[in-house]
């Protein structure tokens, strides 16, 4: 996309990983025994880039700004992405980065994840064209990646964009200090159930520092808001795979809440986001 191109555009921030998905399971496996899957997938991965995804499916358009993995990793995703619609142009591929990839075990109704991470979250060099993109919003996919690069909220906040913030699980991030301060910068927090028990605002909805929004998958979703909390149930679907559903939750809810539909309007469509990715395989349409 030109600079014209990108007014008025929604930056998603976050490391890309090619997902690993195995599908298919019972159970979780064991230590010092072999499982089997049924299924396997390769997909594109990581909060920004889904989330990225699922907005350009909705007719939105979309940037991602993101340290893409290297080698065949990177190789094996880079055209699934590519005809995702998601303006790339901020995220440079390059063969010498390293691994960053996610095995993804699907069992049931929910998953586990094993990650290997490498480098900057997002490229340090293409900051100042991000400065310059006359977006509209950033969305950044991971708590991690606000806690190494905050930098990222005086940009944003300097042209003007207003800002979300998914957590995606990180026990590290989550038992850090400063964490609060962070959310507390942001215009919306949308962390899954667990996550925000973590953080003391299931408790205590009091403690949250700005608008959050709480997924809890098949339950639906739920505002903490300061006249009190909303929860909009979601419609029973067959799930396939749960790997990426928060991260369309996400994309339905920010493409509504930046019309300036109302918080139960933004419930809802998130939660149908949140639907359709988990009767697929991978979270991205």
Known sequence: MSLKETDGAIVCAGRVYCDLIFTGLTELPRLGEETYAKDLAVEPGGGGFITAANLSALGHKTMLLASMPGGPFGSAILTKMQRSGVDLSLSPFDHSNGAQVTAVIGCRDDRAFLTKRNGTAVPRDMLQTFSTSNARHLHIGELATLQELPELL?????????????????????????????????????????????????????????????????????????????????????????????????????????????????????NKCGAAAVTRIGGAP
């Not at 301060?181 to 962390?191: E, G, H, S, T």
């Not at 925000?196 to 403690?207: Q, V």
Request: proline share 3%; glycine share 8%; charged share 20%.
């Open 154 to 270: 005086e940009i944003a906040k300097a042209a003007g964009m207003t800002i979300s913030l998914d957590c995606s699980w990180d026990e590290n991030c989550l038992l850090d200090d400063r964490v609060q301060n962070l959310i507390a910068q942001v215009d919306l927090f949308l962390p899954n159930e667990m996550e925000a028990e973590h953080l003391g605002y299931l408790t205590d909805p009091a403690n949250c520092p700005t608008l959050t929004i709480v997924k809890k998958g098949k339950a639906g979703a739920t505002a903490l808001t300061a006249n009190g909390e909303l929860t909009v149930a979601a419609e029973p679907v067959k799930v396939v795979d749960t790997t990426g559903a928060g991260d369309a939750f996400n994309a339905g809810f920010l493409s509504s809440w930046l019309r300036g539909a109302d918080i139960q309007t933004c419930l809802q469509n998130g």
